[in-house]
């Protein structure tokens, strides 16, 4: 079984994520693939490593001893993989695309720097709309992608990757929480009819029984830097507040220093995954692998 760590590997995702489901929008397959090699361990082993709850699941007193065996294999083979990537010494540049909040705000310019340095080339970005990164990497234009939502492909792989909300901003204060009808008061600032944004923010509107129809909308722009800057330089008017949706990664830095101001709805939460993805023929692509496996790991 050490031979082949693709078992250990979903092994010690189902731990960390403490979910079948969750494995699986992480390792881009299927659940019952996850359950099948849990299964294929426990028969190997002929003891259970693995105890589904109620509210998850938990390790069995066997499972945290492979764990921990697991654990050290894991950082042999990442340390392995680098040498690998040494031997091939093939220069390259890394295309890897990312949508605009992405792009813009989650993956700087350092860890672009620490990537290349991870596979010892050089590493492009390009920025666009998740469906046009799809379209790219069908085109091999692109290695990775990193996008808001997943479009979905047969030929392409992908992985669950970070957590996104999207909350409300403003350019003076507001209420921290707001009631649906405190929406209307606002001047707003919407995304474009293409834009993920705009599709997330629709879905949860209507169930909410919100008519954007109804808002006072100055504008509709295509990226979440220009929202920014239109709402920036917006009067400010605790009247007439000036407002948009927009990722809380976009806005991090200008609510720490009192530039912005960020408020949710009454009882909702509007979240959103972020996915890596790339073709299935870069499955066993040592510098995809590599880069996949980086980012996954939050290094960035």
Request: with cysteine; hydrophobic share 40%; aromatic share 8%.
């Amino acid at each position: 079984m050490l031979k082949d760590f693709v078992k250990l590997e979903t092994f010690l995702t189902v731990a960390r994520e403490r979910s079948f489901s969750k494995a699986s929008a992480k390792l881009g397959i299927s659940q019952p693939a996850v359950t099948q090699q849990i299964k294929f361990i426990e028969k190997y082993l002929g003891c259970k490593v693995i105890e589904r709850k109620k509210n998850g699941i938990k390790l069995t007193n066997e499972g945290e001893e492979l764990y921990k065996i697991a654990t050290r294999l894991e950082k042999e083979i990442l340390s392995a993989e680098q040498d690998v990537l040494k031997i091939i010494n093939k220069e390259i540049t890394f295309r890897l695309g990312a949508s605009y909040t992405i792009g813009a705000y989650i993956i700087p310019g350092q860890c672009l720097n620490t990537i290349g340095e991870a596979i010892n080339n050089s590493v492009s970005l390009d920025i666009d709309q998740s469906d046009n990164i799809i379209e790219k990497l069908k085109d091999r234009k692109l290695d990775v992608g990193l996008i808001e939502s997943p479009v979905m492909d047969n030929d392409l792989i992908y992985r669950e990757w970070l957590e996104d909300e999207l909350v409300v901003v403003s350019n003076v204060p507001i209420n921290k929480t707001l009631k649906t009808e405190e929406l209307y008061d606002f001047d707003w600032i919407c995304r474009d009819e293409g834009s993920h944004t705009r599709r997330v923010v629709s879905e949860v509107f209507e169930e909410l029984g919100v008519s954007c129809k109804s808002f006072n909308v100055l504008s509709e722009v295509n990226n979440s830097a220009t929202v920014l800057q239109t709402i920036k330089k917006s009067e400010k008017n605790p009247e007439k507040p000036v407002v948009s949706i927009i990722s809380k990664y976009a806005i991090m830095d200008e609510v720490a220093n009192g530039e912005l101001f960020e408020a949710r709805l009454r009882g909702y939460t509007m979240s959103r995954k972020f996915f890596i993805v790339y073709s299935k023929e870069n499955k066993h692509n040592a510098y995809v692998d590599n880069v996949v496996n980086y980012i996954l790991a939050g290094r960035c």
